[in-house]
């Protein structure tokens, strides 16, 4: 685990050069998986562009890299163990996400128009990816599936850190909400029941 670290860093310092010049360059290989450069920067500015980091740094483009280095690790695992997805879970997984898009972006066409290609041509584009993905999941849960941990475990584990190795932590703030519930008028009570009695009584006609 040492020289995954030791390797983990030498990639970083990889990519603290900047060279305009350069169209692409591989950063990482695991097993037979590589990791380009400008893969760990569009994941970094994906990241950044949706809210999930403050800014799209040095920092942040080390942190994405060994994330994925971590997933190429689980990937190259999964692939030694023979753990397979079938079609219909990719499928499945592919139609989930597809839709949730749907959802944000108000519709189908306006996500065809956004991406510019076919959800078909979407979903072509991006079930390789999603297989992988599944198969990561599957190798982490294979790994943690049998591990236990007891609250007293955990209390023990944190009792044991020495107080000096504890990090800052900054001052705190309390802030109070006043929450006013409005009253429920007698009729809109009478209109929820007539429609409550009016979906039972099509249950039990079946």
Partial sequence: MRNVFLLIFSLCS???????????????????????????????????????????????????????????????????DSLQVSEDQVEQELNRRVQ??????????????????????????????????????????????SVKVTPSEVKDFYHSIPKDSLPYVPAELQIGQIVIIPPIREEKKQRVKRELNELRDQILAG
């Fill in 100 to 145: 949730y898009f749907i959802q944000q972006i108000g519709g189908r066409e306006k996500l065809e128009q956004y991406m510019g290609k076919s959800i078909e041509q979407m979903k072509s584009d991006f079930r390789e990816s999603i297989k992988n993905q599944l198969l990561v999941t599957q190798m982490q849960q294979k790994i943690t599936g």
């Fill in 14 to 80: 990889l990519l603290s050069f900047s060279q305009k010049t350069l169209v692409d360059e591989m950063v990482a290989v695991v097993g037979s998986e590589i990791i380009l450069r400008s893969e760990v920067e569009q994941q970094a500015n994906q990241m950044y562009v949706q809210g999930y980091v403050e800014s799209n740094d040095f920092n942040t483009l080390c942190d994405m890299l060994e994330e994925m280095v971590f997933q190429k690790m689980m990937l190259a695992q999964a692939q030694l």
